[in-house]
């Protein structure tokens, strides 16, 4: 049995609303008053979604941007801020492997993962001067988790009717220890995933073509499910 060495002032728990952006340099401050320094950054919030593109309101492409995008970059912000004053810290953000591929009825999602990746590889090359900053991305596949039940749909005001069997992805703590793993090794870019999905990863980042032609097939069969409740 372990017994933490943490007491209760080596913990601090806030409440942060990401798409509340006036609040987020208020929210670093008061980490930064209460331990004197952050060394690590992880963002870590977003949304799902699950619907056809011609079916969906604008509105959900907003909020979608709004909270895995621009929310998540807000922050980055002003934790960088310290971080470069420090000339040290760790960013580390859960994109997606959507980042990396396309896919249907994910199209504002996978739009989100798109711009993480390509702002923080950007990012990365503002930072050179600090070789102590690390920005790290990590691109998890099916996870075991809350986020099926908690994806946007055609509109706002709508949640999704069926979450499906999640038996068939990786368990929550795998993903963490692999995550953690990356963390500590400062690994710029980390797929973690099963296959079949990791190697649809590789065909979309080396074999472009052919992965377009099996995300097609594997595309139809989704959305016929989809649309008949499945």
């Known amino acids: 049995l372990e017994i933490s060495s943490l007491s209760e002032n080596d913990i601090l728990v806030l409440r942060l609303d990401l798409t509340d952006r006036s609040s987020h340099e208020a929210a670093t401050n008061s980490v930064l008053k209460h331990f004197g320094k952050i060394d690590i950054l992880v963002n870590n919030g977003g949304r799902s979604q699950r619907s056809l593109f011609v ?23 002003y934790v960088l801020n310290h971080m470069v004053q420090r000339k040290k810290g760790k ?42 900053i690390s920005i790290i991305q990590i691109c998890p596949g099916p996870v075991q988790s809350q986020i099926i039940q908690n994806v946007f749909t055609e509109n706002l005001a709508k949640s999704i009717e069926n979450s499906g069997d999640q038996s ?36 979309w980042q080396y074999a472009p073509t052919w992965a377009w032609w099996l995300m097609n097939r594997m595309g139809k069969r989704r959305i016929q499910n989809f649309k008949s409740g499945i």
């Not at 995008?69 to 912000?77: D, E, N, P, V």
């Not at 990786?170 to 953690?180: F, G, I, N, V």
């Open 55 to 77: 079916d969906t309101n604008l509105d959900v492409y907003n909020a979608i941007i709004e909270l895995n995008y621009l929310g998540t970059i807000s922050l980055t912000k």
């Open 91 to 132: 960013i580390v953000t859960v994109s997606s492997v959507m980042g990396i591929m396309g896919a249907p009825l994910a199209t504002g999602y996978c739009a989100s993962k798109h711009a993480l990746q390509g702002f923080f590889n950007s990012l990365r090359t503002e930072l050179t001067d600090y070789p102590e």
């Open 168 to 203: 068939h992805k990786m368990p929550t703590d795998r993903c963490a220890r692999l995550t953690l793993v990356s963390v500590a090794n400062d690994v710029k870019e980390a797929w973690i995933s099963d296959h079949p999905y990791l190697a649809v990863c590789y065909l």
